[in-house]
């Protein structure tokens, strides 16, 4: 079951632990009388009701982070249970017992034993607020002649709503103009700003010096916390201009930037000092990134409570500035939304940016029109300056193990990455890894991608066949998993063959050997290279025009194998194949290059292991070539083209290719032999 929110779904697990795994590596580790038996199997009955109780809260909090008012939708008369939606009203009929998978939160292969969760509405606190959510996990024990009920296990789980918070929180719909300074603080502590308030919002800020500014909320979860911790919730930036306007620096000097400028100094050390306590205790230091000026391009942090906005972070490029100095806050789409007043009047003002010039004097801006421009250090301008308050919000990442033994969950800020979990392990199953849906389209990158949202990944389980298993009957998926865990040499061997069908024409496919080629990725060898046991039927030429220029490169064949014929494979196997990279000439009398390639054709040396009609350096022989039998890949007087670039001819004319009598020859580009195309794994 799922429901979807304004940061996106919430997928609730259908199996946190695995079925009876551990509780029989717990028995077979113990001794054989009752009692330890026994001991063991309500030790693991209750880590079961347990666990089922955690799925519970997450669902909970899930539930009512959806709601507009952050408040529960069920009732104690329709409370939270897996088989009901967010306001307790039941999706699927149950009965105490039931073993339907959308009944309850796990169910043994056996169907003997079921884990269920129910959430009762959270009691209310002395401020009128609901802070915890608690509860209960479920396990009972069926008999196997009726389903009865024969035993049953419960544990509870309690969790805290907002830990962070010493307060109340205003009702949902309150407009940031009328929230308080200290609930704007406990919203974005919560990391509940977006929502509550929009990007542009606005709230007055007066300082002690008497003079009020209009702050406007550029964006959520944008600026990094200097503790590490994740992302600020809130980043504010004036409205308009202060009164007054400063000089970035006195000399004319950009050396240093930033973080050495004068302004800098003044604005987190005088300007911050006249903004009131009760907003200075919500401010959060972050990192601001800047170049270092006429000094250098380098990029350093600076960590600020106040700050200057860059050039890339009001028009998200680089005309005047360096490159890598933050990304575009939202609120600046077009001109009109940079240009400020002061006092009412059209006016420049200062960016953080040095400028990238010839001189070491001047920093970026931005002009009346709110065009991207730049002056010298010493010149008065506006000041536009923000600050960010609070915590980004916080997601529950469930694992679910399909079966597999149980994974913890983990809670982490948007934009934090996940830890990758110790491997779940399923007997007479390998765990292949973890996917966004349990359809199991999308693998979840733990280097890359991070949580936005409440998270399930879904384990992917494979079935490997025994060693000594035909090749043919493997899937792709299968065969991959063996190559990428260094076993593909102790389940098959060379020369073994696999069919497949490409456009309707049936092909043999035949290991050429073991880790021989390289990963483009720079991660080691492919562990399984195939190819053709037989050529197409199917006749190419390499060049439409009688050229080895560029060699296999450059070639017309090259863009076919790795276009067309890559994406006319199934793809399964298209998902299994690992570019590599390939050596070759750049045609008569040039240098040798290297292609990254999904597909490709073999050279003269990888073929015949010395070079007749080729220049040296294009790979190293496959070992199925080691019996000349294997050369013949075509039946009749023909041939089959091979990616060298020829050596002989005296002209740049001419590719390699197999005659049908197993001898390297020379063809015009432009001629029309067969293809044996090979990939690799």
Same mark, same amino acid.
């Given at each position: 079951?799922?429901?979807?929110?304004?940061?996106?779904?919430?997928?609730?697990?259908?199996?946190?632990?695995?079925?009876?795994?551990?509780?029989?590596?717990?028995?077979?580790?113990?001794?054989?009388?009752?009692?330890?038996?026994?001991?063991?199997?309500?030790?693991?009955?209750?880590?079961?009701?347990?666990?089922?109780?955690?799925?519970?809260?997450?669902?909970?909090?899930?539930?009512?982070?959806?709601?507009?008012?952050?408040?529960?939708?069920?009732?104690?008369?329709?409370?939270?249970?897996?088989?009901?939606?967010?306001?307790?009203?039941?999706?699927?009929?149950?009965?105490?017992?039931?073993?339907?998978?959308?009944?309850?939160?796990?169910?043994?292969?056996?169907?003997?034993?079921?884990?269920?969760?129910?959430?009762?509405?959270?009691?209310?606190?002395?401020?009128?607020?609901?802070?915890?959510?608690?509860?209960?996990?479920?396990?009972?024990?069926?008999?196997?002649?009726?389903?009865?009920?024969?035993?049953?296990?419960?544990?509870?789980?309690?969790?805290?709503?907002?830990?962070?918070?010493?307060?109340?929180?205003?009702?949902?719909?309150?407009?940031?103009?009328?929230?308080?300074?200290?609930?704007?603080?406990?919203?974005?502590?919560?990391?509940?700003?977006?929502?509550?308030?929009?990007?542009?919002?606005?709230?007055?800020?007066?300082?002690?010096?008497?003079?009020?500014?209009?702050?406007?909320?550029?964006?959520?979860?944008?600026?990094?916390?200097?503790?590490?911790?994740?992302?600020?919730?809130?980043?504010?930036?004036?409205?308009?201009?202060?009164?007054?306007?400063?000089?970035?620096?006195?000399?004319?000097?950009?050396?240093?930037?930033?973080?050495?400028?004068?302004?800098?100094?003044?604005?987190?050390?005088?300007?911050?000092?006249?903004?009131?306590?009760?907003?200075?205790?919500?401010?959060?230091?972050?990192?601001?990134?800047?170049?270092?000026?006429?000094?250098?391009?380098?990029?350093?942090?600076?960590?600020?409570?106040?700050?200057?906005?860059?050039?890339?972070?009001?028009?998200?490029?680089?005309?005047?500035?360096?490159?890598?100095?933050?990304?575009?806050?939202?609120?600046?789409?077009?001109?009109?939304?940079? $240009? *400020?007043?002061?006092?009412?009047? /059209?006016?420049?003002?200062? %960016?953080? =940016?040095? &400028?990238?010039?010839? #001189? @070491?004097?001047?920093?970026?801006?931005?002009?009346?029109?709110?065009?991207?421009?730049?002056?010298?250090?010493?010149?008065?301008?506006?000041?536009?300056?923000?600050?960010?308050?609070?915590?980004?919000?916080?997601?529950?990442?469930?694992?679910?193990?399909?079966?597999?033994?149980?994974?913890?969950?983990?809670?982490?800020?948007?934009?934090?990455?996940?830890?990758?979990?110790?491997?779940?392990?399923?007997?007479?199953?390998?765990?292949?890894?973890?996917?966004?849906?349990?359809?199991?389209?999308?693998?979840?990158?733990?280097?890359?991608?991070?949580?936005?949202?409440?998270?399930?990944?879904? $384990? *992917?389980?494979?079935?490997?066949? /025994?060693?000594?298993?035909? %090749?043919? =009957?493997? &899937?792709?998926?299968? #065969? @991959?998993?063996?190559?990428?865990?260094?076993?593909?040499?102790?389940?098959?061997?060379?020369?073994?063959?696999?069919?497949?069908?490409?456009?309707?024409?049936?092909?043999?496919?035949?290991?050429?050997?073991?880790?021989?080629?390289?990963?483009?990725?720079?991660?080691?060898?492919?562990?399984?290279?195939?190819?053709?046991?037989?050529?197409?039927?199917?006749?190419?030429?390499?060049?439409?025009?009688?050229?080895?220029?560029?060699?296999?490169?450059?070639?017309?064949?090259?863009?076919?194998?790795?276009?067309?014929?890559?994406?006319?494979?199934?793809?399964?196997?298209?998902?299994?194949?690992?570019?590599?990279?390939?050596?070759?000439?750049?045609?008569?009398?040039?240098?040798?290059?290297? &292609?990254?390639?999904? #597909?490709?054709?073999?050279?003269?040396?990888?073929?015949?292991?010395?070079?007749?009609?080729?220049?040296?350096?294009?790979?190293?022989?496959?070992?199925?070539?080691?019996?000349?039998?294997?050369?013949?890949?075509?039946?009749?007087?023909?041939?089959?083209?091979?990616?060298?670039?020829?050596?002989?001819?005296?002209?740049?004319?001419?590719?390699?290719?197999?005659?049908?009598?197993?001898?390297?020859?020379?063809?015009?580009?432009?001629?029309?032999?067969?293809?044996?195309?090979?990939?690799?794994?």
């Amino acid at each position: 079951m799922s429901f979807s929110s304004r940061r996106g779904g919430f997928a609730l697990p259908t199996v946190l632990i695995s079925s009876i795994i551990m509780l029989m590596v717990l028995l077979s580790a113990a001794s054989s009388t009752s009692a330890v038996r026994t001991s063991l199997k309500t030790q693991y009955y209750n880590q079961l009701s347990g666990e089922a109780a955690d799925a519970g809260v997450v669902y909970a909090k899930a539930c009512i982070a959806n709601e507009p008012t952050k408040t529960p939708g069920w009732t104690n008369d329709k409370p939270l249970k897996v088989n009901t939606d967010c306001k307790g009203d039941v999706v699927t009929a149950c009965t105490d017992g039931s073993i339907d998978p959308k009944c309850s939160v796990v169910v043994t292969d056996d169907n003997r034993i079921i884990a269920t969760f129910s959430v009762p509405v959270p009691p209310k606190d002395s401020d009128n607020k609901y802070t915890e959510i608690s509860a209960t996990g479920r396990v009972v024990l069926l008999r196997s002649n009726d389903s009865s009920v024969w035993r049953e296990f419960k544990q509870t789980t309690s969790s805290s709503l907002y830990s962070k918070l010493t307060g109340s929180l205003p009702e949902i719909g309150t407009t940031l103009a009328n929230c308080t300074w200290k609930e704007i603080k406990l919203i974005a502590e919560a990391g509940l700003g977006d929502d509550y308030f929009n990007i542009g919002d606005t709230k007055d800020l007066t300082l002690t010096t008497g003079e009020t500014l209009t702050m406007q909320i550029y964006d959520f979860n944008h600026d990094d916390k200097s503790d590490g911790s994740g992302k600020a919730n809130i980043t504010f930036g004036t409205k308009d201009l202060m009164a007054s306007k400063r000089i970035m620096n006195n000399p004319d000097t950009n050396v240093g930037g930033w973080d050495a400028s004068q302004s800098r100094a003044w604005i987190n050390t005088t300007l911050y000092n006249t903004i009131p306590s009760y907003v200075q205790s919500s401010i959060k230091p972050v990192i601001k990134k800047t170049s270092v000026g006429y000094s250098g391009y380098s990029i350093i942090n600076s960590i600020d409570k106040l700050f200057l906005f860059s050039e890339v972070e009001l028009f998200g490029s680089n005309s005047f500035s360096y490159y890598g100095e933050g990304t575009k806050y939202p609120i600046f789409t077009d001109n009109a939304s940079r $240009a *400020k007043k002061q006092s009412g009047i /059209a006016s420049e003002y200062w %960016l953080r =940016s040095p &400028s990238r010039a010839i #001189i @070491a004097s001047t920093y970026d801006l931005v002009d009346m029109a709110g065009n991207s421009s730049g002056t010298y250090a010493t010149v008065n301008n506006g000041i536009c300056f923000g600050f960010a308050i609070g915590n980004s919000p916080r997601y529950s990442v469930i694992f679910n193990s399909q079966g597999g033994s149980a994974v913890t969950s983990q809670n982490l800020e948007v934009g934090e990455k996940i830890t990758e979990p110790t491997a779940p392990t399923k007997l007479g199953s390998v765990f292949a890894g973890w996917y966004k849906e349990a359809s199991y389209t999308n693998a979840w990158n733990f280097s890359n991608d991070t949580v936005t949202a409440n998270t399930t990944l879904y $384990a *992917k389980w494979l079935d490997i066949p /025994a060693v000594g298993t035909p %090749l043919e =009957s493997f &899937s792709w998926e299968q #065969i @991959a998993y063996i190559s990428e865990h260094g076993q593909a040499d102790t389940y098959f061997d060379v020369g073994n063959t696999k069919n497949i069908t490409i456009s309707g024409e049936s092909l043999v496919l035949q290991i050429y050997d073991f880790n021989h080629d390289n990963k483009s990725d720079s991660s080691g060898k492919a562990g399984i290279t195939f190819g053709l046991k037989d050529a197409t039927t199917s006749k190419a030429s390499i060049k439409s025009i009688p050229s080895n220029e560029g060699g296999w490169d450059e070639s017309d064949i090259r863009t076919w194998t790795n276009g067309s014929l890559f994406n006319s494979l199934p793809t399964n196997l298209q998902t299994a194949i690992k570019p590599v990279n390939k050596i070759s000439s750049g045609g008569y009398q040039r240098e040798l290059r290297t &292609s990254v390639d999904k #597909i490709f054709l073999f050279s003269e040396i990888e073929v015949f292991g010395a070079i007749t009609n080729s220049y040296s350096g294009e790979g190293v022989k496959y070992p199925i070539f080691d019996n000349s039998s294997n050369w013949i890949k075509t039946i009749g007087y023909e041939g089959w083209w091979m990616r060298s670039a020829s050596a002989m001819g005296g002209t740049n004319f001419f590719y390699c290719f197999v005659r049908y009598d197993n001898v390297s020859a020379y063809a015009t580009s432009e001629g029309s032999h067969h293809i044996v195309f090979g990939f690799a794994i």
